[in-house]
């Protein structure tokens, strides 16, 4: 099945069952302090939940273009390391506004995925929220009879307020969660360990592929939830993850999704794809971080220095950094992507078909700005030498940042690739002395989904993208 039959087939099963089929909402957010980037397929969606909006269609279905480089949703490390976790990503979903709830969501997830995908059900397993005494949230005893009607109960796991309880957001509509995750090792690979069904082993090809939602609560700034007026079903399925599954591979970047721009990094570079793990990495990097940019530009947001601007901007130098060492581009690329890119998507979001040639510019211009500085820049870093302890002197990583355009994150990346940290207390430091020192501050503001006061000042939040998750899957049998 071609990705493009495999985002027809949920549409159109969807629109069989009464859905409205409505388009994708932008990838850049203008009005919602709370929120730079649609990280999710519900963002759209919010005012409904809370009762704030007219309900027009009480149940729709889409593909929402997301994006998840900072704030609460941030895989940024992940991308290009792991093979299923995207900066901008497809996430198909199915919506219930106050009418059907879990009994049918969970039913209808189980048909599609068993018998319209024809997913073989010994490789699904399930979860459902075990509760929370500390919030006083019961367990989901709901949705584990639900899927009791469907899979064996061994296959229903039970999973803690992080993996079980979706929140937009620090504030916003949330719930209980019930996702379902695919076990693709080999046959072999499972037979060998326990016997036959190990569940939920932190392993690369046990992944996660949908998540279903049960809106029911609101949490607001004091931290408190409030019941919504009604209950609601949300739910997002990873576009390319389901098609990696439904193809029949290892990674979601061997699919018709990726191959497209894999195919023409690896022959720009005069490289073989999966000859050598750094110089993939790259690749699988570049090929992901272009559709943030492409589709981030495309929805309005130019790279800047302050704000959503600058988190594009960084996901692009952080591209041309690893094109350049790892695959030797040492003139600007990323842009002969973008028309690669748009012939994909027309038809799907017309948006970026429509305005290639200026979003094409956009990213050539960027690159080559960022080109001047990056050669001598990383001839800076390769000359220096951390402490004894392994640390990055903070107004070093400042020059990095001021001088060569290096921003933070980045430089923490190479520091890592050395096995260095970075003295971020100095580097914070240097960036408040600089702000000091001129009225026109630079603000770096990575953070989405934080609450803002309007009476402070926002500061800088980079942190967050230097955090590593780890994988590991925290569930329990019941
Ligand atoms: P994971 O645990 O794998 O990080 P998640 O629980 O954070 O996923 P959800 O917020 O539940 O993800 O989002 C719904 C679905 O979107 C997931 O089931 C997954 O298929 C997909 N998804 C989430 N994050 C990404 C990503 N960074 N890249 C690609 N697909 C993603
Ligand atoms: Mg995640
Ligand atoms: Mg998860
Ligand atoms: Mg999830």
Redesign the pocket.
Known sequence: MTSSAIRQAFLDFFKNKGHEIVPSAPIVVKNDPTLMFT???MNQFKELFLGEAPIKFPRVVDTQR?L?VSGK?N?LE??GIDT????M???LGNWSFGDYFKKEAIAWSWELLTEVYKIDKDRLYVTVFEGDEQEGLPADTEAYDCWKMHINPDRILKGNKK?NF?EMGETGPCGP?S??HIDCRSEAERQAVDGANLVNADHPQV?????N?FMQFNRLKDGSLQPLPAKHVD????????VRVLQHKTS?YDTDVFQPLINVIAQEANVVYGAQESQDIAMRVMADHVRAIAFAIADGQLPSNNKAGYVIRRILRRAVRYAYTFLNFKEPFLHKLVPVLAAQFEGVFNELFAQQDFVQKVVLEEEASFLRTLITGIQRFEGYHADENKVVNGDFAFELYDTYGFPIDLTALMAREKGWDIDMKGFEKALDEQKQRSRAATTIDTGDWVVLDEHTDTTFEGYDTLQT?T?LLKYRKI
């Open positions: 990280n999710a397929g997301c998840r949703h895989d992940e991308v299923y976790h995207h900066t990503f497809e996430m993996d979706w969660s996702e379902i992944i996660e592929i949908w998540n939602v739910t997002g399925m990873g576009f390319e993850r389901l979601n998750n994988k």
